[in-house]
């Protein structure tokens, strides 16, 4: 088969039915991270409302268990995806050399710097994402998706609340994320160039300042993406004070418990990890979508028109 002409095509074909298993894997993990969150909201209104200890004592117990299931299932996950994953470098790989064996033949353009950036470092970045391309947003969104609906059935107010810590976000992340992907095209496209400077049996000159132009880029990457990064831990310490104040407020009047209080900072605190995540998969997205365009861009040249073909299903 061609090579897919876009990356999701490419994540579907390359990990066949693997990527289903992995995705259902994904599952279990974002339900087995859920569940501790209202064992924990039970251990403590048992002791609140002084409880047995034996009840307690079992409690904790189930959370132990829960726990260490949950971190098993990640463990599989992980190496499941990195399997997948070196898989796709590996068919991305032997695409490009493929090529470039036929480019040493016909005298390709393609036979320098800009195949070779390709084999060792485009294809490796492409092929790291595709391996948890679609099993991450399943873990983490799902996760995201049954806190916010566990929250509500405690207190639909403070869910709400709780919500208003992710909704700046999707404002000036978009933004700021597509300022990135600019620099990040740029960034390869430079790269190129200055391998094919370094290859060419023909000099025209230093090729030094080409090395200044990226480093201006990722200067520009690193500003962005820490600015990026300084505004959502700015809304997330923002919120956790608002839902605290909310709660404590509730708690005084006698409208809502001290335990669901708990819960509810507890789990502020658990969807921070996971929409960082989200929030990296979508950057990843974007930027490994540009990398794959540029790297099918460049084998449309290919002597037979094509692209070579892809290892897919295993």
């Not at 799902?142 to 107010?157: C, E, N, P, Q, V």
Request: proline share 4%; glycine share 8%.
């Amino acid at each position: 088969m061609p090579l897919p002409p876009s990356l999701l095509r490419f994540v579907i074909l390359s990990g066949g039915w693997h990527q289903a298993a992995v995705c259902a894997l994904s599952i279990a993990v974002f339900l087995l991270n859920t569940a501790p969150i209202e064992t924990q909201r039970r251990i403590i209104d048992t002791a609140v409302h002084v409880g047995s200890v034996r009840a307690i004592l079992t409690l904790v117990a189930l959370q132990i268990g829960l726990v260490l299931a949950y971190g098993l299932a990640k463990l599989a996950m992980n190496v499941y995806r990195a399997w997948i994953g070196e898989c796709a470098t590996r068919d991305l790989r032997l695409v490009v050399t493929q090529r470039l064996e036929r480019a040493d033949e016909q005298g390709s353009d393609l036979a320098n710097g800009t195949g070779l950036a390709m084999i060792l470092a485009e294809a490796d970045e492409i092929g790291g994402f595709v391996g948890s391309s679609l099993s991450l947003p399943i873990v983490e969104v799902g996760f995201l998706a049954s806190i916010f609906i566990y929250l509500a059935f405690l207190d639909l107010g403070m869910m709400a609340a709780s919500l208003l810590i992710l909704a700046p976000q999707f404002v000036f992340v978009p933004l700021m994320q597509r300022a990135i992907n600019r620099r990040v095209a740029e960034r390869t496209r430079l790269l190129r160039r200055f391998g094919d400077e370094i290859l060419s049996p023909v000099k025209t000159g230093s090729s030094a300042p080409r090395l200044d132009e990226v480093f201006a880029v990722d200067i520009g990457v690193f500003e962005i993406k820490f600015s990026l990064n300084f505004l959502m831990n700015l809304t997330y310490s923002l919120g956790s004070l608002l839902v605290l104040g909310i709660g404590c407020v509730l708690a005084v009047s006698g409208q809502t418990e001290i335990a669901t209080v708990v819960t509810f900072l507890s789990a502020t605190t658990k969807i921070v990890d996971p929409w960082n995540d989200v929030v990296d998969w979508a950057r990843g997205f974007a930027m490994t979508t540009v990398k794959y365009d540029l790297v099918i861009r460049a084998l449309e040249t290919a002597p037979d028109g094509t692209a070579s073909a892809t290892a897919t299903a295993r």
